[in-house]
């Protein structure tokens, strides 16, 4: 008993109502208490659905900001089809999975907090599946570095493992935040995240550079292991083995992907050998490059983050 409220000084648990049922059993969530209090909310909840209203006014406040987020670009937006202009404007692309975050405040009211998604593969032309992408996200201004962003990753992070199950691989992440960077190459991020490179992000009028992140599972890097050592005897150095134990033991850096990329052809790896011997490195290494993570020899110096990156969303 003593443990349990000990438990429950630190998070509050937080059921989930949702009006269409998923394959996830997301009922729960946990919000730091000191967090609901300064915010002046009695929980938040997490929908499958939002009052369109209130998804143009958030996207309205984005528009005005100086932001490198993708949904700057949905137009012919108003009060009355912002939900479904979000929707379409994902779907797209690839399927996508939305989660609305609203805060509950004493007297009932609701208040939307933000928006997250949930991308079922990098693209619709991806070839290969248990993929997800833990996708746009955009919290409103007012709610912004209040630590909300960690419990939003945590749910969808857990979205991922309960509806793909035992046919999950890895789940990608991509974000501009130094801090995120620095607490996932520090090994002390809430989620097992490598860090695989960096990608170009076309925001309109320029390209920013945005890192990427990949979480693959345990069982998944064991295949991947299991193949190079059936493979190893046509091999003709120790390279890839390495190059694949940097990868998940989160040594990767800028230049990393361009030296797998030189290690699969010195050893004269094409698609149709992968394909054949290697079947798992195939789909880490069309991922990377469905993501469009750069293939530089640059070090880290010449390949950082600009200074003027977007605001935390």
């Known amino acids: 008993m003593i443990l349990l409220k000990k438990l429950l000084s630190t998070y509050v648990l937080i059921p989930i109502e949702s009006s269409v049922k998923t394959k996830s059993n ?21 929908e499958d659905d939002c009052n369109p209203l209130d998804i143009y006014r958030i996207i309205k406040q984005l528009k005005n900001e100086s932001s490198a987020h993708t949904w700057k670009k949905i137009y012919d937006i108003n009060e009355v089809n912002a939900d479904k202009k979000l929707v379409e ?35 619709n032309k991806f070839a290969f599946e248990g993929f997800p992408v833990i996708a746009r996200c955009l919290i409103a201004p007012q709610f912004r570095n209040h630590r909300l962003y960690e ?38 991020f809430p989620i097992p995240f490598v860090y695989i490179g960096n990608e170009s992000l076309d925001v309109g009028d320029h390209s920013e550079l945005v890192r990427d992140y990949l979480c693959l599972q345990d069982i998944f890097k064991l295949k991947v292991n299991q193949e190079i050592g059936n ?83």
């Open 26 to 46: 997301n009922n729960l969530i946990a919000v730091d208490p000191g967090t609901l209090d300064l915010l002046r909310f009695e929980q938040v909840v997490v």
């Open 151 to 188: 419990p939003i990753l945590k749910h969808r992070y857990k979205y991922c493992l309960d509806y793909f199950g035992d046919s999950l691989k890895g789940i990608h992440l991509g974000s501009q935040s130094p801090r995120i960077f620095s607490v996932i190459q520090k090994n002390v």
């Open 231 to 313: 493979y190893s005897s046509q091999l003709k150095s120790s390279a890839l083995k390495k190059i694949i134990e940097d990868l998940f033991e989160n040594k990767f850096t800028s230049s990393s992907y361009f030296k797998l990329m030189q290690v699969l052809n010195n050893e004269a790896l094409d698609t149709k050998k992968l394909k054949w011997f290697l079947p798992s490195l195939l789909e880490i290494v069309s991922l990377f490059e469905a993501i469009g993570v750069i293939s530089s020899n640059e070090d880290e110096k010449t390949t950082q983050l600009p200074t003027h990156i977007r605001k935390p969303a």
């Open 89 to 123: 404007f994902e779907e797209t692309r690839r399927p996508t999975k939305f989660f609305f975050y609203y805060g509950i405040g004493s007297n009932g009211s609701r208040t939307l907090i933000g928006t997250g998604t949930v991308a079922h593969k990098i693209s």
